[in-house]
């Protein structure tokens, strides 16, 4: 089972013609609130995993919010919204910059994350700083992260997957793995026998840190605010919080 980030980070980079959005009116008129995710993305989302990964656990709360049932549509690709029909993706990037052509509109954030260095225990690594010229780093291809890395002329290992990048540093095989804390914190809830150290995200890197919020196919103002509305009391409850822990997530305030 692969961690599919692309769906979440990249925030259906590439979605140039969403489907026609619906407004809070036809949300609650139909009774469902329509959330796309991938079938097979813990600890995201799952079709048959129990318990079914944060994105599920948490658009069902957003839609008892909004007084309706999710309706879970399932797609492996971003290009797959087109026709997918949902009203929501969650863990999208706040930035209208990065979302680019998706034409998604963006709720209020409700967590911060980014790339972080997961290391073995026993490392003496503590920051992106510490990598030289003798570190291997296991990052993604084509990511920001492999580019800001080599250009410090460390040298990296690129692998399709945050989790073949984690599996490669469990067996020794590369010194650190730039990966988000989402991806890491699951792995150590998983393979507790083969827990990273996680280190803490550089700020300094601007590009390897962000807010990430929901991404709406064009609502109207009245959906946006009561999605807005949601994540606020479901933050202020520790709703969102008690999910995302319960797949090994801490969540950091989103600045």
Not at 6 to 12: L, N
Not at 150 to 175: C, K, M, W, Y
Request: proline letters at 5%.
């Amino acid at each position: 089972m692969k961690t599919v980030l692309p769906i979440v980070v990249g925030a259906v980079i590439g979605l140039l013609n969403p489907a026609q959005g619906r407004s809070l009116d036809a949300v609650r008129a139909s009774g469902v609130l329509g959330l796309c995710a991938h079938p097979n993305s813990l600890p995201f989302a799952s079709k048959a995993a129990d318990p079914p990964g944060f994105q599920i656990e948490l658009g069902q709360a957003l839609a008892h919010e909004l007084g309706v049932s999710l309706r879970l549509d399932w797609i492996i690709t971003q290009y797959q919204m087109r026709s997918a029909g949902c009203d929501i993706v969650l863990d999208v990037i706040a930035d209208r910059e990065a979302q680019g052509e998706t034409r998604l509109r963006i709720s209020k954030p409700y967590y911060r994350t980014g790339v972080a260095l997961a290391v073995p225990s026993s490392s003496s690594l503590a920051s992106f700083q510490s990598l030289n010229e003798h570190t291997k780093v296991g990052v993604q291809v084509g990511s920001v992260a492999a580019m800001i890395i080599s250009q410090r002329h460390v040298p990296t290992s690129t692998f399709g997957f945050e989790s073949d990048s984690l599996d490669a540093l469990s067996n020794h095989e590369i010194d650190a793995a730039a990966v988000t804390p989402t991806a890491a914190s699951y792995f150590n809830l998983t393979h507790p026998d083969k827990a990273f150290r996680i280190l803490d995200r550089d700020e300094s890197l601007t590009d390897l840190n962000w807010n990430v919020a929901v991404g709406m196919v064009r609502p109207d103002d009245a959906l946006r605010d009561t999605i807005d509305g949601a994540l606020e009391r479901l933050r202020s409850d520790g709703t969102i919080d008690r999910i995302y822990g319960r797949y090994g997530v801490v969540l950091q305030t989103p600045k």
